[in-house]
């Protein structure tokens, strides 16, 4: 088994859980043992394109693959965390590098090894420098360029467990309990703090993701004029006004074209994405539409929201179980009042 050395990188979302998360799945792989993690560091961008900063770190692997199977299970779970390749060196829930593979030389049209740029790159040299033997022959070259870097080129910091995604929410929760004036550590309080932030992990995970990934579309010979729908949708979503939940139900109608069909299952998942951040009864309204129109292309979509809102119920006007409706459509739906009106009833 060859060791093998990583550089990973995240800067949309929650960069830290995908980071996590992206460790944890190279260790479940019955063909990657993961030897070291380093620290993560906190990260300028470089290259050129205007982005937020980056988190980074790397991992000491051990592998039975082939450097081009390694790539492929890299590119598979990079995949599984959303990662889209739009800009060349843009945003990116998570991108994994191949540093080095052992002591091998590769460079052919999918590979090259050593990666051509980590020289140039101390957001991948930092963590390796952190976890590599240093007996490998790459270490003291690796200390070398560290140490000969041009000051203030690249910003890089580590950043310690107090500024981790768990832990920094953990403060500002305890805080927040003693301003309104609770004592956070009284008994039914002692693990509220921990609680929260994992709640957050779960019901913002979609934060700073633009697209629905999630799906499969399917080619069927059906008759395009067939309108599907599916009803009643449970949603539970947080509103950006206020951070209280508001939930309801979705009701998504299409009419395919060309016979583009998306899986029944995934209308479901989308309306669970657009819900895991914070957000509005009306952006979710027209982020299912757009997410609709953008992965099926179809003659028009109908959406249609009924949604209670905690906000509207528990301060403010209270008005316990009022109902708010929003509806939108496109294409056909927004040209045919009859189309229209045929979904609208069958809800
Ligand atoms: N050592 C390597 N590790 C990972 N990918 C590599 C490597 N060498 C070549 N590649 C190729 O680079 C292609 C583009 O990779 P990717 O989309 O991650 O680029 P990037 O992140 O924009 O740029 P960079 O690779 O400079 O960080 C991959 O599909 C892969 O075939
Ligand atoms: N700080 C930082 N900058 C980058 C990174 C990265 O991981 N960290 N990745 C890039 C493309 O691979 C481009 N620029």
């Keep these: 088994m060859e060791d093998v050395y990583l550089s990973l990188g995240s800067n949309i979302g929650n960069r830290e859980r995908y980071l996590h998360q992206a460790i944890s799945m ?7 043992l993961v030897d070291k993690v380093a620290h993560f560091y906190e990260t300028s961008p470089v290259g ?6 980056f988190l980074n770190t790397a991992v000491k692997i051990a592998t039975r693959y082939q450097p081009e199977e390694l790539l492929q299970k890299i590119h598979d779970i990079e995949s599984e965390l959303q ?3 739009t800009i060349h060196w843009g945003p990116r829930t998570l991108d994994i590098d191949i540093i080095f593979f052992g002591n091998q030389k590769i460079q052919n049209q999918r590979l090259t090894i050593p990666h051509p740029e980590a020289f140039n790159r101390l957001f991948v040299l930092m963590p390796i ?3 590599m033997d240093e007996s490998l022959p790459q270490f003291s070259k690796i200390n070398q360029t560290i140490s000969q870097f041009p000051d203030k080129d690249q910003e890089i910091h ?13 403060t500002s929760i305890r805080k927040l309990l003693t301003t309104i004036g609770e004592d956070p550590d009284r008994s039914g309080l002692k693990e509220t703090p921990d609680r929260v932030a994992r709640m957050y992990g779960e019901i913002f995970s979609s934060i700073g993701i633009e697209d629905f990934q999630d799906y499969k579309l399917f080619d069927e010979p059906i008759k395009d004029s067939k309108m599907i729908m599916i009803k009643s949708i449970p949603f539970y979503s947080m509103c950006e006004h206020h951070m209280m939940p508001f939930w309801g139900t979705v ?11 998306i899986g029944l ?9 657009v819900s895991h951040k914070l957000s509005l009864q009306e952006k979710i309204t027209d ?22 809102h905690m906000c509207v119920e528990m301060r403010g006007v209270k008005k316990t179980g009022s109902v708010t409706r929003t509806t939108k459509f496109s294409g056909v739906f927004e040209q045919d009042p009859s189309l229209r009106q045929e979904f609208l009833q069958s809800i």
């Design 265 to 273: 299952s995934k209308i479901p998942r989308l309306v669970d994405f």
């Design 158 to 170: 580590k950043i310690n467990s107090a500024d981790s995604f768990d832990d920094s929410i953990k």
């Design 251 to 261: 009701n998504v109608g299409y009419l395919p074209k060309d016979g583009k069909i």
């Design 26 to 32: 190279l260790g479940n792989d019955s063909g990657i």
């Design 287 to 308: 982020d299912v539409l757009s997410q609709m129109d953008k992965i099926l292309s179809p003659q028009g979509v109908a959406v249609v929201v009924d949604a209670r």
């Design 83 to 85: 990662r889209t390749r």
């Design 129 to 131: 420098q952190e976890i």
């Design 48 to 53: 050129g394109v205007e982005q937020r900063a």
